[in-house]
Structures are given as structure tokens and as C-alpha cells.
T-cell receptor
Framework: EDQVTQSPEALRLQEGESSSLNCSYTVSGLRGLFWYRQDPGKGPEFLFTLYSAGEEKEKERLKATLTKKESFLHITAPKPEDSATYLCAVQATGGFKTIFGAGTRLFVKA | DSGVTQTPKHLITATGQRVTLRCSPRSGDLSVYWYQQSLDQGLQFLIQYYNGEERAKGNILERFSAQQFPDLHSELNLSSLELGDSALYFC??????????????FGPGTRLTVL
């Protein structure tokens, strides 16, 4: 069965303290892995799509990487405005569903 | 702004009632998805439509139904509402990219409160 597990559930950082969020996945074949940012009461905001192991993408303080079993979202020198829930999702080959993880809630303190 | 619009933003109604949520996808997107997100819960996939046809079904209750119209907008109908149906309802749309992957873009959501 296709699964997505995100860890940790919550992460508290000081401003400037770099860290990583983990997304472990199990799919028969990967068509794409997605990262989203969600602020409270708002719709998820698309960040990245990764397609194959070894791929990396960057946007401002965020960098997403992908292996055959997991993806990391690295946050470099975070700021309080980076506080949000970060969602990981996968789309498998041979189907139409996108499976979302439960998310990691990130709190960055000034 | 993702380009996906949803109306209304807020909806307050009573148990037993029926409501309709509306979604307009991004220009050119043929796929529409509906999700439910209860307080502090993850996104629960409800249903997907592609160019007017149902493509995938998730944990959608029998009291809920959806459709996608020829102009590609979609409506989610919720009937015999219960207190537990109070949640944020999100619509997303997608188009296949050059790798045949559907990246979903989400609307701002409709917050439903059932009293």
C-alpha cells in the first residue's frame, strides 16, 4: 500500500537555526513527490515537485532533495515567517491518486 | 494566488441542512480535486474529476456528492449535515506537466461550520 510518513510532527527552531524535515514514502513507482507549505486556515501553497532520486530544488531558504525512499526539506537560517505546516505528497505511477502526509508543523522563534 | 477560486469563503448552517461549495480551476486545468481538512487534521482526499468524468474516489461519504460541469467548474454537495462535517474544504486543480505528473494547486478553501 502506498504510504507517506513525515517527521517530526512538530519542530521548534530559533531564528537562524538550520534544520531538515523528513518525508518517507512507499510507492510501487514514483511519478512525483511534492512539497507544500500551509498557513493556518489557508490553502496549501505549492513549493516543489521532484521526479527522480538525486534531484534537488531550491527556493529562497528552502532546498528539497529526493532519494529512492525519502525526501528532505532543508531550511537554512529560518525566519519567523517560515513558521507553517509543511506537507509532503506523492503521486504513484499507474494511478491517479496523490497521497499526502500528515505534515510537520514548524515554529521559528525570533 | 494559485488561480483556483472557491466560493463561499465561509458557510454557517444547521444540522440536517444541505450546502453547495463551488470551485473554479486554473485556466486550462482539466482536473479538479476536493479535500476535507478538519481542525488540526491532515488533508483527506474526497474525489477527483477529469474533464467532467469522475476519476478517483477517496473517503467520501454517501451524503456527499460532486460534479464537474462542461465549463470545468466543480461543485461539492454536502447533505444531511452533521456537526462532524464542520471543516475546511479545499479544491485543487492540476494539469499534466512534461513528465506527465499532476502538480495540484489549491484554492483558498471554504470554511464550513455546522451548528
Amino acid at each position: 500500500e502506498d504510504q507517506v510518513t513525515q517527521s517530526p510532527e512538530a519542530l521548534r527552531l530559533q531564528e537562524g537555526e538550520s534544520s531538515s524535515l523528513n518525508c518517507s514514502y512507499t510507492v510501487s513507482g514514483l511519478r512525483g513527490l511534492f512539497w507544500y507549505r500551509q498557513d493556518p486556515g489557508k490553502g496549501p501553497e505549492f513549493l516543489f515537485t521532484l521526479y527522480s532520486a538525486g534531484e534537488e530544488k531550491e527556493k529562497e531558504r528552502l532546498k528539497a532533495t529526493l532519494t529512492k525512499k525519502e525526501s528532505f526539506l532543508h531550511i537554512t537560517a529560518p525566519k519567523p515567517e517560515d513558521s507553517a505546516t509543511y506537507l509532503c505528497a506523492v503521486q504513484a505511477t499507474g494511478g491517479f491518486k496523490t497521497i499526502f502526509g500528515a505534515g510537520t508543523r514548524l515554529f521559528v522563534k525570533a | 494566488d494559485s488561480g483556483v477560486t472557491q466560493t463561499p469563503k465561509h458557510l454557517i448552517t444547521a444540522t440536517g441542512q444541505r450546502v453547495t461549495l463551488r470551485c473554479s480551476p486554473r485556466s486550462g486545468d482539466l482536473s479538479v480535486y476536493w479535500y476535507q481538512q478538519s481542525l488540526d487534521q491532515g488533508l483527506q482526499f474526497l474525489i477527483q474529476y477529469y474533464n467532467g468524468e469522475e476519476r478517483a474516489k477517496g473517503n467520501i461519504l454517501e451524503r456527499f456528492s460532486a460534479q464537474q460541469f462542461p465549463d470545468l467548474h466543480s461543485e461539492l454537495n454536502l447533505s444531511s449535515l452533521e456537526l462532524g462535517d464542520s471543516a475546511l474544504y479545499f479544491c485543487a486543480s492540476s494539469a499534466k506537466d512534461r513528465r506527465l505528473t499532476d502538480t495540484q494547486y489549491f484554492g483558498p478553501g471554504t470554511r464550513l461550520t455546522v451548528l
